[in-house]
């Protein structure tokens, strides 16, 4: 098998954690080639750092992360219920308590790391955003060359239908939408797991007791940063009990593309000034008749994601970790 050349670009946070931990478990599928960090779920400062602390506790000090942006394009323009932190908490791995990095951060950015490496790579790159585009726009607006050179995006971001921090909009879109709107008509390759997919994925007590029970450095450290979604101050959603696990999707699909499905649709991003700021307008039944520009999925097999992260979660043996 062929393994998946991707950079990841994150803001850790609780799930992009996850998604990063499933990443560096399966090197036999995907061939990480560094990580990028953007401000999201909480500052670029802390987000650089707990990217370095998820790769120190995966064993994987030797893993390239960049720091990204430190802001967006523009201001958000509509108002919100909740910010990053009141989801991830204020150092953005929840009651987890990682050590301060000591593995260093690599000189240069996040967007001159992405541009460099892929005019120099020997065959096309996978860029794997989990967070808001920001770093990734700015790389497709300074230099465009890029593009010839990405196979594909594979992004967690939007909705078929109903958003999460507004009626309208994904957080990730709605937090970044110029930024969206940049990616989706840059004419690369889109494949777009959003909300419709990630809902499905929800933690629940006693699967985080399968976890637990490995008791290893690493499964103490996802329990005790997902444990935080049951928090009794948690923002919940209707018709979710748990915590989301959207970040890990993408990773998953990289894995084993068939737990997915989808179509190939039209979608736009709307940058207005509105309460539809951010909001991922998709084309399912091709009503405008359009040229389809992203590959939106829509259904999940849960069991088998289930299935798939617990397992490569379960591939982590005594890395140091003090909870």
Known sequence: MT???????CDPGLDDAVALLLALASPEDIDLLGVTT??????????????RRIC?????????????CSRTFFSRVAPSTYVGTDIHGETGLGGCKL?????PLQPGDAVSYIIKTLLEAPKKITLVPTGSLTNIACALIMEPRIKEKIEKIVLMGGSIGLGNISPAAEYNFYYEA??????FTSGV???????????????????????ESMNTP???AVVDMLSHYYRPNAFLEPGVTGGVLHDPNVIAYLINPDLYKGRHVYVEIDVSPTIMAGRSTVDWYGKLNLEPNVYVMNEVNVQGFFDLLTERLG?????????
């Open 56 to 68: 120190e506790l995966a064993g994987r000090t030797d893993m390239k992360v960049f720091r990204g």
């Open 178 to 183: 110029q930024a969206a709107y940049i990616v």
């Open 189 to 211: 390759p889109i494949v777009m797991i959003g909300l419709d997919v990630t809902r499905q994925t929800q933690t629940s007590e006693e699967w985080l007791q399968t976890i």
């Open 38 to 51: 953007v401000v999201g779920n909480c500052s670029a400062d802390l987000t650089q750092e707990n990217a």
């Open 99 to 103: 050590p301060p990095p000591t593995m």
């Open 315 to 323: 591939r982590y043996g005594s890395q140091q970790y003090s909870s």
């Open 3 to 9: 393994k998946t050349q991707i950079i990841m670009d």
């Open 218 to 220: 690493v499964s103490q």
